[in-house]
């Protein structure tokens, strides 16, 4: 339902509403009025009706009872010919014996209750008393007119009155709410206008009453979210910065990197002639530094290493992509990459870093990827790519360069160590592992059997995976700690199940990284606990190569 346009301003409301409430009282007042008027009207009747009554029985009584008939009806002529009265007719014994303006043979009407302006003719009557008995009855009819007339007049003079007050009211409620209204106005193309986005906004009016009040309010509230305003788009323009560079370095984050690869894979896709490579640059021996000197002397070469980087990249896009790993995208073919990443080594390798008296000198593995050398890849395989690449490097002694070639067997072992990490992860969540007891019997047959408890992965397929497979992915990717936990509980609850097992010693193959983790003994002694088995009966054998990170805890 829509709203009538006059009704959409305060002031026209205002008016129109005490306009109403004012027409109400006054037309409450007019009737009142008139019938207070009229009351009087009838009151005033009610007292000439007995003046009447009096004067025509004093007038009539002396002829009637000397029955000077001649003079009865020159007095009742007389009484009927002014205005006041319209008929009178005398009967005696019941019967009309003269009248003036009225037909005897007609019937009287009957005599009136009240007096009342619906009425022409007031219908009465008066009794000649003699000697205590009714002599003769004098029935008479006044002409009531006179009431309607003045109760019209009076009506008019009051509907003139009152449409003279309302006109006065109602110019004055218009320029009442004209007055009120004035500033209210003014604060709402005020507000308007905030909520358009211009909040320089400061009213001059100065009033002592609530309107003042609200206004002084109003441009304290305008100043305070001009404030607030300014304060939120410099926290905005914080956020912004924040979650597209690293709070350290200064440079683009792994996010705004991998948005920038987006962007080229895009613009390669429209024109394939742009030559671009993608550099990961990860720092070498640098958990050295961290360990010894502590992690602000760690942050400061960060820092200062960004400076060097940026002075020979000018021409690409670095990031830090977290830790002690940089991504760098050039617009190079794979050979400029080349060069541009052994420039980047000779820099690192030839800036010493000083702290607490102690030199020490970084190298970094870089691995490159050609951009334009593969098609419908992601910014995030592209990155998997160049992190193979690097580790590539690393394994192949550090501070050198790799370039990702797809169809190398070593590339190719690499990428399925990147594949087996989602696997390890669902196998671990829908517990796809499987633990096989292998029996070591004696030659010596007085000697008890030893057992060794092996592990393999069953795929979504029900294929049986040797470890070789999967084991250095989960060394790799830090995952190896879950799983020799799944393997120590697991073997330690088939045993406390099945108690007729015949050996009496079993060994558990463990990674040296497990023995590394700091709770892992402690997981060990309650599982022990948990299961009750007897720690004589159980050994554990580190059989891989991988290094013990921490000998002395290990």
């Given amino acids: 339902m829509k709203t009538a346009p006059f009704f959409t301003k305060l002031k026209y409301k205002l008016i129109f509403f005490t306009f109403i409430v004012e027409l109400v009282m006054l037309t409450l007042l007019i009737f009142n009025s008139v019938n207070i008027i009229q009351k009087h009207l009838v009151s005033q009747a009610e007292k000439q009706l007995e003046e009447l009554k009096y004067s025509l029985h004093t007038s009539l009584a002396v002829p009637l009872i000397s029955r000077d008939y001649g003079s009865v009806k020159s007095v009742i002529d007389e009484f009927t010919a002014s205005n006041k009265i319209e008929y009178i007719v005398i009967y005696k014994d019941k019967k009309a014996m003269m009248a003036s303006h009225y037909d005897v043979s007609s019937p009287l009407p009957q005599l009136s209750q009240r007096f009342s302006t619906d009425e022409s003719v007031y219908h009465a009557m008066t009794q000649v008393i003699y000697q205590g008995q009714n002599y003769a009855d004098i029935f008479f009819g006044i002409n009531t007119s006179f009431l309607k007339y003045a109760s019209n007049e009076l009506f008019l003079e009051s509907i003139l009155i009152a449409a003279t007050e309302i006109i006065l009211s109602l110019a ?67 956020l912004s910065y924040n979650a597209h560079h690293d709070l350290l370095t200064g440079l683009w984050n792994r996010y705004a990197f991998e948005n920038k690869l987006n962007e080229i894979l895009q613009d390669i896709q429209k024109a394939d002639s742009f030559q671009h490579a993608l550099l990961y640059v990860d720092l070498d021996q640098f958990k050295l530094i961290n360990d010894t000197c502590g992690h602000n002397a760690g942050d400061s070469v960060l820092q200062k290493l960004t400076k060097e980087l940026l002075q020979i990249t000018k021409n690409g896009s670095l990031a830090r992509l977290g830790g002690d790993a940089f991504g760098l995208i050039v617009p190079y073919d794979i050979h400029d990459a080349y060069q541009k990443a052994l420039k980047i080594l000779e820099t690192i390798g030839q800036k010493n870093f000083i702290f607490n008296n102690k030199t020490f000198k970084l190298g970094a593995s870089i691995g490159i990827v050609g951009i334009n050398q593969f098609e419908n890849l992601s910014a995030n395989n592209l990155l998997m790519m160049a992190d193979t690449a690097c580790y590539v490097a690393k ?56 057992c060794e408890i092996l592990l393999r992965l069953k795929d979504t397929d029900g294929k049986i995976i040797a470890p070789s497979t999967f084991i250095p992915a989960a060394e790799r990717f830090n995952l190896i700690t879950k799983i020799d936990k799944w393997v120590v509980e697991n073997t330690f609850q088939y045993l406390s199940e099945n108690q007729e097992l015949t050996c009496k010693h079993i060994s558990i193959n463990l990674s040296g990284l497990t023995l590394s983790e700091a709770d892992f003994i402690d997981f060990v002694f309650s599982m022990f606990h948990h299961y009750k088995i007897n720690p004589q009966y159980i050994g554990f054998e580190i059989t891989e190569t991988s290094a013990v990170a921490d000998i002395v805890h290990a």
Avoid at 198 to 226: A, P
């Fill in 395 to 450: 394994e192949k002694g550090r501070n050198r360069v790799e370039i990702y070639l797809s169809d190398d067997k070593y590339f190719k072992e690499q990428k399925e160590q990147f594949d087996s990490v989602s696997m390890i992860h669902d196998a671990l969540q829908d517990n796809r592992f499987i633990l096989y007891v292998q029996t070591i019997k004696s030659l010596n047959p007085s000697l008890p059997d030893h």
């Fill in 172 to 238: 004055l409620l218009i320029a009442i709410g004209v007055w009120l209204t004035k500033n209210l106005e003014t604060l709402t193309h005020a507000v308007k206008d905030i909520s358009s986005g211009n909040f320089d906004i400061n009213l001059k009016i100065k009033t002592e009453d609530e309107i003042g009040v609200l206004i002084q309010s109003f441009n304290q509230m305008s100043r305070q979210i001009k404030k607030q305003l300014f304060t939120i788009q410099q926290s905005n323009q914080q």
